[in-house]
């Protein structure tokens, strides 16, 4: 009966490593798991580890010139949103059957579709045969992996129930994708609705408008006030059009580079929050966020502090994560949470009052988790609601300056029929 040699975690998310007399690796895997352990890696012993397969192909030793050459032409690393989803299913799915953590990473890497996240796996399993945890080798890549996927699983991995914390690291992504596409319905009809606006406006006023002035010189009488703004509103952007390209693309930029900074991004979150018609559906999507992140990591058993820390950072607004840092200090001098976000403006009373409840009662995650399904419920509904708000509401303000412009082009034709008529 051969001998194989083990490293795993347990319960307590320390790495242990010892030697089992088996059958098979099935049945090692099968004794580590009744143990409550994590499987990382299994090989029997006086097994060597395996050379990069690049290496090993061309002969040449690890870490020379041609693999540092080949390294210096992988690509960059990187991953997409379904791709990490799909990731963490697949991983869970293998961990909870009892296939070692290295082996599942080694397989997943294997059926990547994207280069980059082939890179980042890759780089991920070389850290894990290392000795290094999980968790530890995936915040190396905060732009793949967020602060609550890294959270998440430093959590599973000291509860050693790194299988539930990755269908709940799915679940989450899911839904939050799910909410950012409800958000992406919302502002695409209206933005691609303002620029077509926007754009026949401005070809009417440049391109067609001024034309008419040879016209109007040529009827020698006295043009209507729309007539006469319309028209030199519209020669002077005829003339000055590169200035008014130029003054536009400067304001988009200053604003750009306003924004970026920390006073600058508090008054766009500010405004984005109290904006007419927007602002309700942008808080009610914030308000989902915190919840659902909230939730998820105090499920997952990250501490509260911790979790509050987390939810700040990622929460998107400014003002939102300076009401949860706020709160989070007053938790860790022993007062409750619901409390100070009843102070504050963001948090609706019954968002709270919840809150306030699921403290008293022990069930936190469970009330945030409500919190989160009724806004996501509501931001779905709001959605739909604006589609059917401001389709007429464009439909109006493109006739308005279509029609206005229109109207002033032919004023001075009625007005010199006028004239004819009354001759």
Not at 121 to 134: A, F, N, S, T
Not at 139 to 147: A, I, L, Q
Not at 321 to 350: C, H, I, W
């Amino acid at each position: 009966m051969p001998n194989f040699r083990y490293t795993a975690k347990n319960p307590t998310g320390q790495t242990v490593s010892g030697t089992l007399f088996a059958k098979d690796q099935a049945e090692v895997i099968g004794e580590l798991r009744r143990k409550n352990l994590v499987v990382l890696k299994i090989k029997k012993a006086g097994e060597g580890d395996r050379r990069p397969a690049a290496a090993a192909a061309a002969g040449a030793p690890r870490g020379s010139f041609f693999s540092l050459s080949l390294k210096g032409r992988r690509a960059r690393p990187g991953a997409k949103k379904d791709e990490l989803v799909l990731f963490a299913r697949q991983l869970a799915t293998m961990i909870s059957a009892g296939v070692p953590l290295l082996e599942s990473l080694e397989i997943l890497k294997e059926q990547a579709e994207s280069a980059g996240f082939k890179v980042v796996l890759d780089d991920v399993i070389g850290e894990i045969r290392g000795g290094k945890d999980l968790s530890q080798c995936l915040e190396k890549y905060p732009r793949v992996f967020s602060n609550v996927f890294v959270s998440m699983i430093r959590a599973g991995e000291a509860s050693g129930q790194l299988d539930e914390i990755l269908q709940r690291v799915a679940d989450y992504m899911e839904a939050t994708a799910k909410l950012k596409r409800d958000i992406k319905a919302a502002m695409t009809y209206p933005v691609i609705s303002l620029v077509l606006v926007l754009g026949i406006t401005a070809f009417l006023m440049i391109g067609i408008v001024p034309k008419f002035k040879e016209v109007f010189d040529s009827l020698e009488i006295t043009l209507p006030k729309l007539t006469s703004y319309v028209m030199n509103t519209s020669l002077w952007c005829s003339d000055n059009w590169h200035i008014l390209a130029g003054a536009i693309t400067g304001l988009v930029m200053i604003l750009g580079f306003y924004k970026r900074t920390r006073p600058g991004r508090r008054q766009f979150d500010k405004l984005k929050l109290s904006v007419p018609i927007f602002g309700p559906l942008f808080r009610k999507v914030a308000l989902s966020r915190f919840s659902r992140t909230f939730a998820t990591l105090i499920k997952s058993g990250v501490p509260i502090l911790g979790a509050l820390e987390i939810v700040a950072e990622t929460s998107g607004n400014v003002i939102i994560s300076d009401v949860v840092s706020a709160a989070r200090e007053n938790v860790r001098q022993g007062d409750t949470l619901s409390e100070p976000l009843s102070k504050s403006t963001v948090f609706p009373p019954m968002v709270t009052r919840m809150i306030g409840i699921g403290e008293k009662s022990g069930s936190l995650e469970t009330l945030l988790e409500k919190i989160s399904q009724f806004y996501d419920e509501q931001v779905s509904a709001e959605v739909k609601s604006l589609t059917s708000l401001i389709e007429p509401l464009l439909i109006g303000v493109m006739g308005f300056l279509v029609g206005g412009i229109v109207l002033a082009v032919f004023l001075p034709i009625f007005e010199l029929q006028k004239k004819l008529a009354s001759r």
